[in-house]
């Protein structure tokens, strides 16, 4: 089960402490996680303003080093298991005082005293009580250190000594001189200790002396010099004689050496401003109840989703919450991107991931190729993208303008859809030309003799020969023949006139073949449409370099009648035959 306790004010109680800390009795301070509430309450949640504005908060001020475990160790004799050390992080009240001695403390060598806080806390004080009522006479030198990363390492916070130039080459100071002296270790002589209970406490504040306290919020180097997860203490040298008021009689101590009632870990758990709350998880942890979109033990990561702009701990000037990516409801992942960020004027650096309802782009803010914007809907509308629905035959592809709709036409076609012809040109029968250019009224011809042929157009043409037999093997060579005069045409077998167009490539008229004169008439003999595989409709003549193109001559109108009940046959090489 997690074990809550009270929030506390949202303001930071750093510098305040630093008065209080001579004058404030050790059980004045909550002793665990698992105790109950401060007096001070809040109407609302601490880490946000009545109108739901994020704020700065803090968690409770806690004794970080109640019940957790301790442990001694000798530099002489290893370890310390029968003192009954764990005394030191119990319930201290005055209905229970203890004592802590190790066995062998008259040795010489130095006492270690370790306390594991479990988790990272923000420490504002240390304080060691004494069970000698009287204040040491001779000498005493103590250490306190602290380790970031569980024990691994350790680094020194504070030294006390009679002689601090001589224990550790230190001078006697209680103020750092410089804000790079301010994360280092100073050295000051311990007395005159103050009275508690009718012992003495040598109390250790993590921030007294240092120049950057009063801006301790915005000072990333003081927030790294009281982090700790481990305390240790470490008594070099104790006095044998304690010294009892103001007389110099000397007594034997009534205590040896080193005798502690309670060690206090005054601080706070690290959740950078995020969090009001800290509690126990179901394996004992202490971990940050965190607010503001923040996640981790530590609330110093932002949750997923809310990346849009840079991790930050909170100050009580710029709470500075974790944002959420804008994906306009089309994905619910997203990453961090520097780059973006940068480009953005360190405005937002979220990028969307795996967008749905057929969105793309940072935002999901474009439709997919193949869709277009519906620009009736919204654009968090899970149906805010719809197909382009483009004329599989008149669009170049099934792609369209994402905000008009408008496909990729084919030559002569329009539409939004591509789905109907352009002015001038009419529905044909290829796929790939569905629309093709309407005829003009005239056509163009010229006599052979008017022509100028080059060598290239005499080889690319099949003239007509001047004598053509009309017979039924020449009549097979094609499989159908027309008569036009300009664009009068004059149908087989009798069936009347009409007027029409005929379609010669630009190449052939180019270069005069079929060699075709105005105001004569002929009889054209061709090749099934089919069989070229291109040309506009079937009710249209076409005529190109393999085109016969005959005068006409009256005496032929009786064969092509007779030529026309005939079958043709197709050989196996392709060519036309007819029987004779």
């Known amino acids: 089960m997690i074990r809550p306790f009270s929030p506390p004010p949202s303001t930071s109680l750093f510098p305040v402490f630093l008065l209080l800390l001579p004058f404030l009795p050790p059980s004045l301070v909550s002793s665990s996680l698992s105790h109950a ?29 109640y019940g957790v475990s301790a442990n001694a160790s000798h530099s002489l004799h290893g370890p310390d298991r029968d003192s009954g050390i764990t005394t030191l992080t119990d319930l201290h009240n005055p209905h229970n005082l203890t004592c802590w001695t190790p066995h062998g403390g008259h040795d010489t060598g130095h006492w270690v005293l370790s306390l594991a806080l479990g988790r990272r806390f923000e420490i504002t004080y240390i304080s060691l009580q004494f069970c000698q009522r009287g204040e040491p006479s001779d000498p005493i030198s103590i250490s306190i250190l602290k380790s970031m990363d569980y024990g691994r390492t350790w680094r020194p916070m504070q030294h006390y000594s009679s002689d601090c130039l001589g ?25 005159p200790l103050q009275k508690q209970r009718g012992g003495m406490v040598l109390a250790f504040s993590a921030l007294d002396g240092r120049p950057s306290s009063p801006d301790f919020d915005h000072s990333h180097t003081l927030q790294d010099w ?26 034997e101590a009534r205590w040896p050496p080193l005798a502690l009632s309670d060690v206090q870990v005054g601080g706070r758990c690290k959740c950078n401003g995020h969090a009001s709350t800290c509690r126990r998880d179901d394996t004992g942890r202490a971990v940050c109840v965190c607010e503001h979109h923040t996640a981790g033990q530590d609330c110093d990561v932002c949750e997923d989703f809310y990346c849009d702009r840079p991790w930050h701990r909170a100050t009580p000037t710029h709470p500075n919450p974790c944002v959420a990516c804008e994906c306009n409801g089309h994905s619910n992942k997203c990453r961090f991107s520097m780059e973006v ?83 001038g040109y009419q529905q044909g029968k290829s796929p790939l030309r569905p629309c093709i250019r309407k005829s003009t009224a005239s056509v163009n011809v010229c006599s052979r003799s008017e022509s100028v042929q080059s060598e290239e157009c005499v080889s690319y043409c099949q003239p007509s020969q001047a004598k053509v037999r009309m017979n039924l093997e020449t009549y097979c060579l094609k499989d159908f023949g027309w008569c036009q005069v300009c664009l009068s045409i004059t149908l087989a077998e009798g069936a009347g006139e009409s007027d029409g167009s005929l379609w010669v490539p630009d190449r052939d008229l180019g270069c005069g073949c079929p060699a075709l004169h105005v105001g004569r008439t002929f009889l054209l003999i061709g090749a099934e449409e089919g069989e070229r595989g291109w040309g506009p409709e079937e009710s249209r003549l076409v005529a190109d370099r393999s085109t016969l193109a005959l005068q006409w001559r009256e005496h032929w ?13 197709s050989a196996a090489s392709g060519a036309p035959q007819c029987p004779r």
Not at 51 to 58: A, F, N, S, V
Not at 175 to 182: D, L, P, Y
Request: glycine letters at 8%; proline letters at 6%; aromatic letters at 6%.
């Open 37 to 65: 509430p401060l007096s001070w309450t809040s109407p609302h949640d601490p880490c946000y303003y009545v109108d739901g504005r994020p704020r700065h908060c803090l968690s409770e001020f806690i004794n970080a080093a």
């Open 167 to 191: 224990d550790f080459g230190l001078p006697s100071q209680t103020v750092a001189q410089t804000r790079h002296q301010e994360t280092e270790p100073l050295c000051s002589d311990p007395r």
């Open 226 to 251: 009281v982090t700790a997860t481990d305390i240790r203490v470490v008594f070099h040298r104790m006095s044998k004689e304690v010294k009892v008021g103001n007389s110099d009689k000397r007594e």
């Open 341 to 423: 960020f940068q480009q953005s004027g360190r405005r937002s650096g979220g990028v969307c991931l795996k967008c749905r309802h057929h969105t793309a782009g940072r935002h999901c803010q474009y439709c997919q190729n193949g869709y277009t914007r519906d620009q009736s809907k919204l654009l968090n509308h899970r149906k805010a993208c719809q197909p382009c629905q483009c004329h599989p035959l008149g669009a170049v592809g099934r792609w369209c303008n994402q905000t008009s709709g408008q496909c990729l036409c084919r030559e002569g076609v329009t539409g939004l859809r591509c789905n109907r012809c352009a002015p």
């Open 557 to 569: 109108s009786p064969k092509l009648r007779g030529f026309r009940g005939h079958k043709c046959l």
